[in-house]
C-alpha cells in the first residue's frame, strides 16, 4: 500500500483565515496521498483539522450525505456473505456443492477481500476515493446477479469471488473515507457511527430465511444488488473526497513505484493454494494425493516466501516498519490477535446459523431469532469492549486478557449444544460468546490505530481487516473440515440401528445394503436435499409402505442428531485458537500513554 510518512508537509501549503476561508500559499508540495490526509495535523496538535479546509468540523448537509454514501458503502460491503452466509443451505441443496465445494463460496469471498485491502490507499490516490468505491460498487451489483442466476455451485462461487473484490475495495474506504472527512479528535465518534448503521442487517439470517421462504433464495441477490445500487448513486453524486480537491496530488508514477506487487502475487497465491490444499484434503481427495499436497506445500513455500520478501528486500513493503515505531510488542500482539481471533468470529458468523438450521429445523422465524444473539451481540461487544478503554483510560492488557478469556471459554461451551437445551443452555452461551468475541475483533482495529504512528493509520486499518479475514478463512476452512469428515465417516454410518429400532421397516437384502442405502437418505438429509428425500421414500421400493407416512421425519430426526456430534467439533476446536490469543495477551501493555 502506498504510504507516505511526510504527512505534515502536505498539509503545510493550506491555510484558512478567521473566516474559515481557503487561503492557497501555493506552497502545497505534490505529496498528498490518502493515508496522509488521514494523518494531517494543525499547528502540531492532530485533530484539529483546522489547516484542512475539507474537514467538516461540525455537521452540515454536505458531510451528512458523504456519510451516508459512507454507510451504503460499509453495510453493501459486508451484506452479500451475511445474507448469502445465511442461505447456504438452500443454496448447496438447489445447485450442489453439498459435499464441500460450498465452501468456496466463503473462501472465494474472503480471499479477494483480504488480498485487495493492502492495496486501496494506492488505488484511491491514482484514481481518487470515489471512483475506486464506484468500482467496487459495481462489483457488488454484478456479483450478487451472478450467483441469484446461478445453476451450479462453481458459478455462485464466481459471484462471490466478484462480490469479494467490492467488498475488499469498499469496506476500508467506507472506515478510512469517514477519517478524512471530519477531525482527528471526532473520527471514533464518526467511524463508530458509520459501523453501527449495520444494526438493521444483524438479523440478516431472518431476513435471508423470510426471503427464501416467501419466494426462493435467489431473491436475496436483488436486495444485496439493489442497496449496492442506491450506494453507487450516493456515492458518485454526493460523496465528496477530501483528497480529491486539493490542487495537486502525487505523480501516478510514483504511486505505482510505492506499490508492492511482489507481496501481493506470493501473499494472495500463498493463501490460496494452502487454501486449496486444506479444503481438498477434507472432502475431495486423499490427503496422501497429488491434488492435495501440491496446492499445499506450494502455498507454504508461498506464505514463507511473502514473509521473506517483506523482511528483508521489498523497498516498500505493505507492512512498513515505521509501523511499529511507537510500540512494537502491542502492534505484534494485537495483529496475532486479530488473525487467530477471526476464526472464533467466524465460527460463531458461518457456523451457527447453519447449526440452528440442521438441528433445529428450517422455519424461518425459528432460525432468525435462533441467529439473533450474533449480531446484536457481536455490535453490542465492541461498543462495551470500547468503553471500557475508555473507563479504564487504556488498561488494555487487563481488557484483552479478559475477553480473550470469556471468548475462548463461551464459544467452546457451544458445544455442549444438543436438539434438546437450546433454551435455557446454548442460547445464552451463543450470546456470551458473540459479545466476547465483538469485544475482542473491534477494539482490536482500535487498539491498533491508537498505537501507530498517526500517518499510518490508513495503513493499520487495511492490515488488521486484511489478517482478520484471512485468520478467518483459515479457521474456518480447517474447522468445516474436521466436522464434514466427522459427519461423513463416523457419525451418518452409524444410524441405521437407530432408525430402525425406531420402527422404520426396510426390506432386508443384506445388512451393508440396508446400511448403504440409508446412509444414502441421511446424506441426502445431511446435504438438505429435502424434496429428492421425500421422492427417493414415496417411489422407491427400499422403505415398506407400512413406514412410508413416517420415513421422512425418523430420518430427519436422527439426521439432527448425527449433526449435533459433528457441530461440537468446530467449537472444540475454537478453544485452540482463542487459547494462543490469551496467551498472546499476556505479551500486551496499556495504551495509556498514547491516549
Given amino acids: 500500500?502506498?504510504?507516505?510518512?511526510?504527512?505534515?508537509?502536505?498539509?503545510?501549503?493550506?491555510?484558512?483565515?478567521?473566516?474559515?476561508?481557503?487561503?492557497?500559499?501555493?506552497?502545497?508540495?505534490?505529496?498528498?496521498?490518502?493515508?496522509?490526509?488521514?494523518?494531517?495535523?494543525?499547528?502540531?496538535?492532530?485533530?484539529?483539522?483546522?489547516?484542512?479546509?475539507?474537514?467538516?468540523?461540525?455537521?452540515?448537509?454536505?458531510?451528512?450525505?458523504?456519510?451516508?454514501?459512507?454507510?451504503?458503502?460499509?453495510?453493501?460491503?459486508?451484506?452479500?456473505?451475511?445474507?448469502?452466509?445465511?442461505?447456504?443451505?438452500?443454496i448447496y441443496g438447489e445447485i450442489g456443492g453439498a459435499g464441500g465445494r460450498w465452501l468456496w463460496m466463503v473462501i472465494g469471498y474472503l480471499i479477494p477481500n483480504a488480498a485487495l485491502c493492502p492495496f486501496v490507499g494506492a488505488l484511491s490516490d491514482l484514481f481518487g476515493r470515489r471512483w475506486v468505491a464506484a468500482v467496487g460498487q459495481i462489483a457488488l451489483i454484478v456479483g450478487p446477479i451472478v450467483v441469484a442466476t446461478s445453476h451450479d455451485i462453481n458459478t455462485a462461487i464466481g459471484g462471490q469471488v466478484i462480490s469479494g473484490f467490492g467488498a475488499g475495495l469498499n469496506e476500508l474506504i467506507a472506515l478510512a473515507g469517514t477519517s478524512e472527512l471530519v477531525p482527528v479528535r471526532k473520527r471514533s465518534a464518526y467511524v463508530g457511527a458509520v459501523v453501527f448503521t449495520i444494526l438493521p442487517f444483524c438479523p440478516s439470517p431472518m431476513w435471508a430465511q423470510l426471503i427464501a421462504k416467501a419466494s426462493n433464495w435467489r431473491y436475496v441477490g436483488i436486495l444485496v444488488g439493489v442497496w449496492n445500487f442506491i450506494g453507487l448513486i450516493l456515492v458518485a453524486f454526493l460523496y465528496k473526497d477530501p483528497a480529491a480537491m486539493y490542487k495537486s496530488k502525487r505523480p501516478a508514477k510514483d504511486v505505482l513505484r510505492e506499490i508492492d506487487y511482489i507481496g501481493g502475487l506470493l501473499s494472495i497465491f500463498g493463501i490460496t493454494c494452502f487454501m486449496m490444499g486444506i479444503q481438498w484434503g477434507a472432502s475431495q481427495y486423499s490427503w496422501g494425493s497429488a491434488h492435495v499436497l501440491v496446492p499445499f506445500i506450494l502455498g507454504v513455500i508461498l506464505i514463507i516466501s511473502f514473509f521473506v520478501w517483506e523482511l528483508k528486500f521489498a523497498r516498500f513493503p505493505m507492512c512498513p516498519k515505521g509501523l511499529f515505531r511507537k510500540d512494537k510488542q502491542s502492534m505484534i500482539v494485537i495483529f496475532l490477535i486479530t488473525f487467530l481471533s477471526g476464526a472464533n468470529f467466524f465460527v460463531l458468523l458461518l457456523f451457527w446459523p447453519t447449526q440452528v438450521y440442521n438441528m433445529y429445523g428450517n422455519d424461518p422465524i425459528g432460525i432468525g431469532i435462533r441467529t439473533l444473539p450474533i449480531g446484536f451481540g457481536i455490535i453490542g461487544g465492541a461498543v462495551i469492549g470500547l468503553v471500557m478503554i475508555g473507563v479504564t483510560k487504556g488498561r488494555?492488557?487487563?481488557?484483552?486478557?479478559?475477553?480473550?478469556?470469556?471468548?475462548?471459554?463461551?464459544?467452546?461451551?457451544?458445544?455442549?449444544?444438543?436438539?434438546?437445551?437450546?433454551?435455557?443452555?446454548?442460547?445464552?452461551l451463543v450470546t456470551l460468546a458473540s459479545i466476547a468475541v465483538?469485544?475482542?475483533?473491534?477494539?482490536?482495529?482500535?487498539?491498533?490505530?491508537?498505537?501507530?504512528?498517526?500517518?499510518?493509520?490508513?495503513?493499520?486499518?487495511?492490515?488488521?481487516?486484511?489478517?482478520?479475514?484471512?485468520?478467518?478463512?483459515?479457521?474456518?476452512?480447517?474447522?468445516?473440515?474436521?466436522?464434514?469428515?466427522?459427519?461423513?465417516?463416523?457419525?451418518?454410518?452409524?444410524?441405521?440401528?437407530?432408525?430402525?429400532?425406531?420402527?422404520?421397516?426396510?426390506k432386508i437384502v443384506s445388512i451393508d445394503q440396508v446400511t448403504a442405502e440409508l446412509t444414502r437418505y441421511f446424506t441426502m438429509a445431511a446435504q438438505g436435499q429435502f424434496k429428492a428425500l421425500e421422492t427417493a421414500i414415496r417411489t422407491e421400493d427400499f422403505i415398506n409402505p407400512s413406514s412410508k407416512d413416517t420415513a421422512y421425519d425418523i430420518i430427519i430426526g436422527v439426521t439432527q442428531e448425527a449433526f449435533a456430534k459433528a457441530y461440537r467439533w468446530p467449537y472444540w476446536i475454537s478453544i485452540a485458537f482463542g487459547g494462543a490469543c490469551i496467551i498472546l495477551a499476556l505479551f500486551m501493555r496499556d495504551i495509556r500513554q498514547h491516549l
Wanted: hydrophobic share 45%; with cysteine; glycine share 8%.
Fill in 1 to 90: 500500500m502506498a504510504v507516505h510518512e511526510d504527512a505534515e508537509k502536505g498539509a503545510a501549503g493550506y491555510n484558512s483565515n478567521s473566516s474559515g476561508e481557503h487561503i492557497d500559499d501555493n506552497r502545497l508540495k505534490p505529496e498528498l496521498t490518502h493515508d496522509s490526509v488521514l494523518g494531517m495535523q494543525s499547528h502540531g496538535h492532530p485533530g484539529d483539522g483546522v489547516d484542512n479546509p475539507y474537514v467538516h468540523q461540525h455537521m452540515d448537509m454536505q458531510l451528512f450525505t458523504s456519510l451516508t454514501a459512507m454507510s451504503f458503502l460499509w453495510i453493501g460491503s459486508q451484506i452479500p456473505l451475511f445474507l448469502f452466509g445465511s442461505v447456504l443451505v438452500d
Fill in 438 to 506: 465483538g469485544a475482542v475483533i473491534i477494539p482490536c482495529s482500535i487498539i491498533a490505530q491508537v498505537i501507530c504512528p498517526t500517518e499510518f493509520i490508513g495503513t493499520v486499518t487495511a492490515i488488521t481487516l486484511a489478517i482478520r479475514y484471512v485468520g478467518g478463512a483459515i479457521g474456518f476452512t480447517v474447522y468445516y473440515n474436521v466436522f464434514f469428515s466427522k459427519l461423513k465417516h463416523n457419525y451418518l454410518p452409524k444410524l441405521a440401528p437407530s432408525v430402525l429400532t425406531m420402527g422404520l421397516s426396510v
Fill in 396 to 428: 488494555t492488557k487487563a481488557l484483552l486478557i479478559f475477553w480473550t478469556v470469556c471468548m475462548t471459554a463461551f464459544t467452546g461451551a457451544i458445544s455442549v449444544a444438543t436438539t434438546k437445551n437450546l433454551t435455557p443452555t446454548v442460547y445464552p
